[in-house]
């Protein structure tokens, strides 16, 4: 479990709280390997549902500017998100909200400054 959830403790006890439910499920006094194994598909598809939840509409905007793209660069994310939104936000709050998105493995950004590209985490 430590293996797939990379650290991440939101991952380990998503993975555990499936787990536990399957073991309930089928009646079983113990958490075995295969029950982990066969929990952690849906334990990181609920992880990411209730972080998707948890965006803020201008993030909820860029995460839709992203993966409608597939993949984008910062400008023309930008570009595209203010023309999605009302009232933009700066170019600092921007990078503050894909940060805290990457964190919570919603996108992955790869490449520094101008050759950086943002997409969603399948």
């Known amino acids: 479990m430590a293996d797939v959830a990379a650290g991440d403790a939101r991952t380990a006890i ?13 009646a079983v006094g113990e958490i075995k390997r295969e029950v982990i ?4 598909p849906e334990a990181k598809s ?10 803020n509409p201008h993030q909820q905007a860029l ?3 992203i993966t ?5 660069g910062p400008s023309e994310l930008y570009e595209e998100y ?9 170019k600092r709050m921007v990078r503050n909200y894909l940060s805290k998105m990457e964190h919570y493995n919603l996108i992955v950004a790869e490449g520094k400054t101008c050759g950086r590209t943002y997409r969603p985490v399948p």
């Open 14 to 26: 998503g993975i555990l709280r499936t787990a536990a439910r399957y073991a309930d499920r089928d």
């Open 37 to 40: 194994t066969e929990a952690i």
């Open 46 to 55: 609920e992880i990411h549902r209730k972080s998707l939840d948890k965006l």
């Open 63 to 65: 995460y839709e500017v």
């Open 68 to 72: 409608d793209a597939e993949e984008i």
């Open 82 to 90: 203010t023309e999605r939104v009302a009232d933009p936000k700066t």
